[in-house]
């Protein structure tokens, strides 16, 4: 996010309300989603992290949006449009519908947690069509530049199967205990390297003085013996005869 929007101008949404239409109660012209991005808005309101999104006042929709499905994803799914009943109420819409016709987010994901299915939707000429996977397993959300798509693993201690980030490449983007994980490798990493130097150095210049009488006793002098090993006269006549 930090290279899209270096402004720090966009908002990050997990269960708060998406108000698109004015209503009394306010609840009632609301949605709700697990999770969603908004590009180009302040982060804060007034000073305040935001509680919801008022979309009506606002005017620029959410890129995507994320629901976890507990069900089977009929109601994640529902096309109902909004209506008059003939009593003169209102027949509350579908969030696809909503999502679709009235929000207008491009990019719309259904994750049924029970049974690991993932549906990616995206909006062209107005009506949502189902992504199709790409050759990784992903669905390309080509205005991040990144993919979405299901990964087996750990995390606050449950293993299962999550949504997560890849680069475009196919690069798993790593969350914030992973990153730190890798951080203390590459430390681990790079202080068996130091440490393999200076053994590797130490062993070396052992193995210099190891030759020094060696090579005095074929009748070399010390300073011929210091020029073949790198060595100063000082060094060769302290070793020899320490």
């Known amino acids: 996010m930090q290279e899209l929007h270096p402004d720090g101008q966009y ?18 012209g609301a949605e709700a989603p697990d999770w969603f991005y908004v590009p180009n808005v302040p982060p804060n309101i007034d000073g305040q992290v935001r509680r919801s999104y008022v979309l009506w006042r606002e005017h620029i929709a959410p890129l995507i949006a994320l629901e976890f499905a507990s069900g089977n994803g009929d109601e994640e799914r529902d096309r109902t449009p909004l209506s008059r009943t003939d009593e003169g ?12 016709r009235v929000m207008r987010i491009p990019y719309y994901g259904i994750y049924q947690v029970n049974n690991g299915r993932l549906e990616v939707y995206r909006l062209i ?29 750990s995390y606050q201690n449950q293993t299962m199967l999550w949504l997560r980030w890849w680069d475009e490449e196919g690069n798993l983007l790593l969350i914030g205990d992973e990153r730190a994980e890798l951080e203390r490798l590459r430390g681990e990493q790079q202080r068996e390297r130091a440490e393999s130097a200076e053994q590797a150095r130490q062993a070396e210049f052992q193995a210099r003085r190891d030759a020094i009488p060696r090579l005095l006793g074929m009748g070399l002098s010390a300073e011929q013996v210091a020029e073949a090993l790198s060595l100063s006269v000082e060094e060769v006549s302290h070793n020899y005869h320490g």
Do not use: M, S
């Not at 004015?22 to 009632?28: F, G, H, L, V, Y």
């Not at 109420?89 to 679709?100: A, S």
């Open 11 to 28: 908002a990050i949404g997990q269960d708060c309300g998406i108000y698109w239409r004015e209503t009394e109660p306010a609840e009632q």
């Open 125 to 153: 000429d107005g009506y949502y069509q189902l992504l199709e996977l790409n050759q990784r397993g992903h669905f390309p959300i080509a205005p991040l530049g990144v993919e979405l798509g299901l990964w087996q693993g």
């Open 89 to 100: 109420g209102v027949t509350k819409p579908g969030k696809f519908w909503v999502y679709e």
